[in-house]
Structures are given as C-alpha cells and as structure tokens.
C-alpha cells in the first residue's frame, strides 16, 4: 500500500454526521498528492453552511497525519466544482439507496 493509499484508508474512517457513509466515498475528498513528507488534500463540504464545516478539515488532516510516513498535510477547503450526489462512489450510493 503507497502512501497515498494509506491516507486514503484514513480519510475512509471519517464519516459526514448526517449520512451513514465515509467522506471520500461521499466524494468530498477531490485530490490527495503526497510529495516527499507532505500530503496536499483537496476536500470540499455538502455545502457551505454544514454543521461540521469547522471540525471536518480538521479530522482529515489530524487524520492524514497519523500515517507515519507524512510529516506536514496541506488541506485546502474548495468549493469548485460544487459538491453534488454524483460525486458520490456506487458504494455510497447504494448505501444511500439511491
């Protein structure tokens, strides 16, 4: 498993508190690039106004962080191209019922 996939299965214990799926199979994680020591993540909300806008990009990068292999995580918060239901994994999705 690369670094980046460990990452990822981090990010995969972090679950929205509205909807019983992890976030990046929601489709909020947009990008993860690991250069050296450091992870840049890409992440965005279900919308501006969620109730964990202030927690959420700090779990994923306290989370991101407990991969041994990563020293400093860059998360940018972005808002382009706007979440929607489509970004969500089949997974999420029949999950979802949807």
């Known amino acids: 498993m690369d670094i980046k ?7 995969k214990t972090i679950y929205d508190p509205e ?16 250069d050296n020591k ?3 993540i890409k992440m965005t909300l279900t919308s501006p106004n969620c109730p964990v806008a202030e ?3 700090r779990d994923v990068k306290n989370v ?3 991969v041994k292999e990563i ?7 972005v808002w382009q191209p706007p979440w929607n239901k489509d970004m969500m994994s089949e997974a ?3 999950e979802l019922n949807l």
């Open 55 to 57: 927690s959420l990009p």
């Open 64 to 66: 991101a962080m407990q």
């Open 5 to 11: 996939e460990k990452i990822i299965a981090e990010i």
């Open 71 to 77: 020293e400093d995580v860059d998360l940018e918060l």
């Open 92 to 94: 999420a999705k029949l």
């Open 19 to 34: 909807i019983p799926v992890n976030i990046y199979d929601l489709g909020l994680i947009y990008d993860v690039q690991v």
């Open 38 to 40: 450091k992870a840049k």
